[in-house]
T-cell receptor, first 107, second 117 residues
């Protein structure tokens, strides 16, 4: 399974865009990139996934570089409730979760 | 549709006791994943089932751990005998794996917080 690298923590002001980067240089050609987040004490929550093209849903946008070696999760207008650990992951039949990025959204 | 259901939500037991954690998959899903999460090791995959068949159990710590799928919608994770180092939050997740050679979105349950004294 591909390994991912994320910064351990990031800060964002409420109402601003949060851009969370992820490196996945060893990803295989048919492996999707998935983003999850985990709010304290809860189960990981699915956010978005993509293969090659950029994706957008009601929660976030996902920008994947053309070489697929990195991606960025964008929360367009972060709120206090977006404070969580964000995991970028990929895999073939299973997913390997790293330590993620702790995003702190402040007033 | 209800999400993944896990029970119990909290379990406190004494060392040496048997512990059984339960998980109900989302209706229509055919893959089941058991994870364990600790501060030290993060979120680790223990075992993965597809269509009731264990596919990858390389993450199961040792023989004290066993997992089963008695039917397509239900799974159990058993620890016998339990030890203090088994204290963790155990999550199960389910997905519908029918898109070919790629993972499908996994949906996680709320977890079971296990404390072994």
């Amino acid at each position: 399974d591909a390994k991912t690298t994320q910064p351990p923590s990031m800060d964002c002001a409420e109402g601003r865009a949060a851009n969370l980067p992820c490196n996945h240089s060893t990803i295989s050609g048919n492996e999707y990139v998935y983003w999850y987040r985990q709010i304290h004490s809860q189960g990981p929550q699915y956010i978005i996934h993509g293969l090659k093209n950029n994706e957008t849903n009601e929660m976030a946008s996902l920008i994947i570089t053309e070489d697929r070696k990195s991606s960025t999760l964008i929360l367009p207008h972060a709120t206090l409730r977006d404070t969580a650990v964000y995991y970028c992951t990929s895999g073939y039949s299973t997913l390997t979760f790293g330590k993620g990025t702790m995003l702190l959204v402040s007033p | 549709d209800a999400g993944v259901i896990q029970s119990p939500r909290h379990e406190v037991t004494e060392m040496g006791q048997e512990v059984t954690l339960r998980c109900k998959l989302i209706s229509g899903h055919n893959s089941l994943f058991w994870y364990r999460q600790t501060m030290m090791r993060g979120l680790e995959l223990l075992i993965y089932f597809n269509n009731n068949v264990p596919i990858d159990d390389s993450g199961m710590p040792e023989d004290r751990f066993s997992a089963k799928m008695p039917n397509a919608s239900f799974s159990t994770l058993k620890i016998q005998p339990s030890e203090p180092r088994d204290s963790a939050v155990y999550f199960c997740a389910s997905s519908r794996t029918d898109r070919g050679p790629s993972t499908d979105t996994q949906y996680f349950g709320p977890g079971t917080r296990l404390t072994v004294l």
